[in-house]
């Protein structure tokens, strides 16, 4: 496995697989790897020729200094995982590699969608993706792209920017990768103690209820339960919402030709955790 530390080289190295008509599939991350990046490399593995990861913990898609701060960064463990799944390129770049002059994101208009859910929660952080992401894709020239759907409203606005730029890359959604019990893996899970990781279960089950609950339950009614679930734990409800897949805007009135998707955000001793579930 090759390591590129800075933007030159790697663009240099990827002109010449590009003149040999290498196929490239790419999966950017923000390191702390676990087995749910690993499963988009396997999927990339089996469609392209060479394969490109990045470790870059992107400062510009934090709202809150202190979560930037404790963010997992644990390279020497990931270049590990990455070189044992068969990733050909490492791509570890420097802050002046992405923002050149300020470490600043661009404004996207990606259709509404950038406003929902965590773009409501966290002001801001869909133009941080929308700049890392489009840096990124621009340096490596990948051909094909993978996101996981854990990161479900990341995906749309991905596929999104992809549209906006008129980029020539194919974007891949991968499904959720979840632990045996259910939990889904994320970095965040680092900073999470044992006990806490079983707590963390919560998330899952209660996403398992709701789609249990979907098909004949009032919404309103689903809300409340949730609530419910919450009110007696120490953990913090950010909130829960169904939405319908394509738009991300909020159940209003079920329609027999949508698809919608159950979506969840809890803190958990001070861990903020993320998760979905198709309905």
């Not at 966290?122 to 996981?148: C, I, K």
């Not at 919560?202 to 679930?229: C, G, H, N, R």
Request: charged fraction near 25%; glycine fraction near 6%.
């Amino acid at each position: 496995m090759k390591v590129f530390r800075d933007q030159a080289s790697l663009v240099e190295y990827i002109a010449q697989l590009k003149k040999e008509n290498k196929t490239i599939g790419f999966a950017p991350t923000m390191g702390a790897l676990h087995q749910g990046h690993m499963s988009l490399y396997s999927i990339a593995k089996k469609e392209n020729d060479i394969i490109v990861a990045s470790v870059f913990v992107n400062p510009t898609q934090f709202n809150n200094l202190e979560d930037l701060e404790k963010y997992p960064r644990t390279e020497e463990n990931d270049l590990l995982l990455l070189e044992n799944i068969g990733v050909d390129i490492a791509y570890l770049p420097r802050i002046q590699d992405i923002y050149p002059t300020e470490t600043k994101s661009k404004s996207y208009d990606f259709g509404g969608i950038e406003n929902e859910m965590e773009g409501a929660a966290r002001p801001g952080h869909f133009d941080g993706v929308g700049t890392v992401v489009s840096e990124l894709l621009r340096q490596v020239q990948p051909d094909n792209a993978y996101f996981g759907e854990k990161d479900f409203q990341q995906l749309a606005i991905i596929r999104k920017l992809v549209e906006i730029k008129n980029l020539k890359v194919n974007i891949h959604g991968a499904p959720i990768f979840r632990a045996e019990n259910g939990l889904a893996l994320s970095s965040r899970n680092a900073r999470l103690t044992e006990k806490e990781k079983e707590e963390a279960l919560i998330l899952y089950q209660t996403l398992s209820q709701v789609k249990e609950w979907f098909p004949t339950m009032d919404y309103a009614e689903i809300k409340e339960k949730v609530a419910q679930i919450f009110e007696n734990t120490p953990y913090e409800l950010e909130y829960f919402l169904i939405a319908d897949e394509k738009t991300l805007k909020e159940l209003e009135e079920k329609s027999p030709e949508a698809h919608y998707r159950a979506f969840l955000v809890v803190w958990i001793s001070g861990v903020r955790l993320i998760d979905n579930m198709a309905c």
